[in-house]
């Protein structure tokens, strides 16, 4: 660990600026990832990171957490990078599908708990632990490693990170993941993190909520619900997961609209089973996809197609890839 984080202070030691960017869409493992990596850069060579994300942070827990962080975050489209401006990815990678890059950018680091599909990465410097949970618990080792004792508002970020990506230790995780989140916990600000976990929605909220139930169909043992138009991208995940509880379920597959594209989220029970596989499977030939064990999401350009006949392609295509007749009757949920 003391030769990765010197190969990292190597990679970014010439650097004036650094633009340190989480995937699209950007959840707290990506966004406290962004955050610590910009810290231990600082820290150790007093590099002033910016932060920038494409796609939008609509969860109304993922806004808390934003504005907790008290840091600036920008959006990409409002970035004038200049050619050759050296980036920084967390949580993602080079091809991963969910990052676009500002034209002419660099990458220069990689730090990621994701498999890349394929090619190899050619970046300076790459730390990929496709065995960890959160790409956080792999920034928890470099705070441990530089000797920085993270101030509350890191230690409270990285801990929910890694909490929201692993269920509390629960899904995908391994004794790394357990290992941050416990050097974590005495150090985080527990007020801050129920106000964060409770975040107040709107009504939409449970909008979206019931056309996901009353749209869920059943067969055997996936659940395929059609969210309709979402108000932001990560509902899809969001009603999986809860959707995944049913006690018939295996696999869960939500779909939703958000801006031009349809966003795909995949979901099993089993550990045994390869959530990114379906997911891949799903997108085939119409978009990207990409995932972590038993989590996995993909979109899919909507320019071209028609919204109801993709969804229709998709439940075939999850029917197919998991052996379910296509004759099977779908059942609803009440
Ligand atoms: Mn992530």
């Given at each position: 660990m003391k030769s990765r984080l010197e190969t990292l202070v190597q990679a970014a030691s010439r650097l004036e600026t650094l633009l340190v960017m989480p995937h699209h869409n950007p959840d707290p493992d990506a966004l406290a990832s962004a955050a610590a990596l910009c810290y231990v850069l600082n820290h150790q060579l007093k590099l002033a990171g910016q932060i920038a994300y494409g796609g939008i942070i609509g969860r109304a827990e993922n806004k808390a957490l934003v504005q907790y962080l008290n840091q600036p975050l920008t959006p990409v489209a409002e970035l004038s990078s200049p050619p050759g401006q050296p980036v920084a990815l967390v949580d993602t990678h080079p091809g991963a599908g969910n990052i676009m890059l500002p034209a002419g950018a660099a990458v220069i680091l990689v730090i990621d708990h994701h498999l890349p599909l394929s090619g190899q990465l050619t970046a300076p410097f790459f730390d990929i632990r496709p065995?960890?949970?959160?790409?956080a618990t792999i920034l928890v080792e470099y705070l441990e490693v530089a000797g920085i004792d993270p101030p509350g508002w890191l230690a409270t970020a990285l801990f929910y990170g890694i909490k929201t990506n692993t269920l509390g230790l629960g899904r995908n995780a391994g004794p790394a993941d357990a290992a941050a989140y416990h050097f974590l916990q005495p150090k985080i600000d527990v007020e801050a993190l129920a106000n964060i976990e409770q975040a107040r929605v709107p009504p939409q909220y449970f909008k979206c909520f019931d056309l996901a139930l009353r749209n869920a169909r059943i067969y055997n043992g996936l659940i395929f619900s059609d969210l309709g138009v979402m108000d932001y991208p990560d509902q899809a995940a969001e009603i999986a997961d809860l959707l995944l509880r049913l006690e018939r379920a295996r696999w869960v597959v939500c779909v939703g609209g958000h801006q031009q594209a349809l966003i795909v989220s995949v979901r099993t029970r089993s550990r045994q089973d390869n959530a990114e596989r379906l997911a891949i499977t799903l997108v085939h030939n119409l978009g990207a996809a990409g995932g972590h064990g038993t989590i996995a999401g993909g979109q899919i350009p909507l320019a071209g197609h028609n919204f109801n006949e993709l969804t229709a392609q998709l439940v075939q295509r999850a029917l197919q890839a998991l052996n379910i007749s296509p004759d099977t009757p779908a059942d609803t949920l009440f």
């Open positions: 065995d960890v949970g959160a790409t």
